[in-house]
């Protein structure tokens, strides 16, 4: 059983994610690449919220595989263009994210690999 730590003594997490988790002795990591808001036709739709929705389905797909689901991820780190996207990446994150929810960073970067990942959200 994972463990959750929320200690007294640091501040309440912004959202819903935990600070700490400690996953069992003997549970299987599953480790993934970052993934990125394109679809299998090479497209990349306009807007956060429907490129996260890629990312987390990607997510999922590859969870399935393992034979794993949403509950059992304990770590999401992610990257926006600009402050504005917080709130809908955190709200597609949301969707996606089961109990107990996964320590989660979310940082702002000056772009991606390729300028359409960042461009259409200028």
């Known amino acids: 059983m994972t463990r959750v730590f929320n200690p007294p003594?640091?501040?309440?997490?912004?959202?819903?994610?935990?600070?700490?988790?400690?996953?069992?002795?003997?549970?299987?990591?599953?480790?993934?690449?970052?993934?990125?808001?394109?679809?299998?036709?090479d497209s990349v739709p306009d807007g956060v919220t429907a490129q996260a929705e890629l990312c987390f389905k990607a997510i999922g797909a590859i969870l399935d595989e393992a034979g794993m689901s949403f509950a059992d991820v304990s770590r999401i780190s992610g990257f926006v263009t600009k402050r504005e996207d917080f709130a809908p990446y955190m709200a597609v994150r949301d969707r996606y994210t089961l109990d107990p929810k996964p320590v989660s960073t979310l940082i702002i970067v000056g772009g991606f690999t390729r300028p359409e990942f960042w461009s259409k959200w200028k």
Do not use: C, E
């Open 9 to 41: 003594s640091v501040r309440k997490p912004f959202g819903n994610y935990n600070h700490g988790l400690l996953v069992p002795a003997g549970a299987s990591l599953l480790v993934t690449s970052g993934q990125l808001g394109i679809a299998l036709d």
